[in-house]
């Protein structure tokens, strides 16, 4: 059974970066697809990255293209999401998901979440 854990969130001015990291156990990460979302208090849960399962190909919502990359290193089972430019409007809980199916980056395909990791942007 997979298992995910993200992990360095925190609390950080806007401008700032940071990197989160989703760590897999129970499981090769080599053998999924990953996704960042992310969901702040009274919104919707949104897609902010995704990678496919070589790495090969990254997909990002126009909302954050440019400021956020996601990276994998499958020999540290191990997904990545570098996040630039930061601005309040990116304080949320930000959870990884896998998913072993064919498809998309909507949230119902993904079969497996992390626990979450807050992220405060201060003005």
């Known amino acids: 059974q997979l298992q995910l854990v993200e992990s360095g969130g925190g609390l950080v001015q806007a401008g700032d970066s940071l990197r989160l990291s989703c760590t897999a156990s129970?499981?090769?990460?080599?053998?999924?697809?990953v996704a960042w979302f992310r969901q702040a208090p009274g919104k919707e849960r949104q897609f902010v990255g995704g990678?496919?399962?070589?790495?090969?190909?990254?997909y990002y919502p126009d909302s954050v293209r440019g400021r956020f990359t996601v990276s994998r290193d499958n020999a540290q089972n191990t997904v990545y999401l570098q996040m630039g430019s930061l601005k309040p409007e990116d304080t949320a809980v930000y959870y990884c998901?896998?998913?072993?199916?064919?498809?998309?980056?909507?949230?119902?395909?993904?079969?497996?979440w992390g626990q979450g990791t807050q992220v405060t942007v201060s003005s």
């Open positions: 998901a896998a998913k072993d199916n064919y498809g998309g980056m909507e949230a119902r395909l993904f079969n497996y």
């Open positions: 129970g499981s090769a990460l080599s053998w999924y697809a």
């Open positions: 990678i496919n399962y070589s790495g090969s190909s990254t």
